[in-house]
């Protein structure tokens, strides 16, 4: 006669010593502190940032090719629609929608020892960290876009969105943009400390 073996038993032991090897693994690991851990912070803003209504020249660069990237995203949807060229009035209506619209997935974040902006248009989105936004971020972004569309013209911007140049590269990188190297300000967190 065959002997006769309860595999629910067996499995439930299998089960058992599995869970035991995968804990004394684990605890052997963080007794070893072989596990790594990731720590977040906010970046540490000081009384420019947190006070002064317009934006700080260190985080002009970052601005400016934010709501570059705003202007052309809308436009794209707004031409995408029309079959012809924007009226002056869409255009006008298309720039005040930008400007008058939501800035609130922008801040600041500490991106390889530099604070910079971060959100939709920028690389420093998906760097990881945490982003300190609200504030006056939203207000100095707003404020930023209404000077560009007052100093250069809704048509003008519109010009050179249907132009091979793009709105970033006119706007930003150009000689008198704020990305532009002699213009471009950095601020590394590190001199910021010492400064304190």
């Not at 600041?108 to 902006?117: A, N, S």
């Not at 920028?122 to 939203?138: A, C, R, S, Y």
């Amino acid at each position: 006669m065959a002997a006769m073996v309860d595999c629910s038993a067996l499995s439930v032991l299998h089960v058992l010593f599995v869970l035991v090897l995968l804990f004394t693994t684990c605890a052997r690991a963080q007794k070893e502190q072989k596990l790594g851990s990731i720590k977040f912070s906010g970046p540490d803003v000081n009384s420019e940032e947190s006070e002064s209504l317009h934006m700080p020249d260190y985080l002009k660069c970052d601005a400016c090719r934010i709501i570059a990237y705003k202007f052309t995203e809308t436009l794209e949807k707004v031409t995408k629609k029309k079959t012809k060229a924007l009226s002056e009035s869409d255009i006008i209506d298309t720039f005040e929608e930008v400007c008058e619209g939501s800035w609130d997935d922008y801040g600041i974040k500490e991106v390889d020892g530099l604070k910079r902006l971060s959100g939709p248009g920028l690389e420093t989105k998906d760097v990881p960290g945490v982003m300190q936004g609200g504030g006056k971020w939203p207000f100095r972004l707003k404020e930023m876009c209404f000077n560009y569309v007052g100093n250069e013209g809704e048509e003008e911007l519109y010009d050179i969105f249907k132009s091979k140049t793009t709105l970033e590269k006119f706007l930003c990188k150009e000689k008198n943009g704020p990305c532009h190297p002699k213009n471009k300000k950095v601020k590394k967190v590190e001199e910021e400390k010492e400064e304190l």
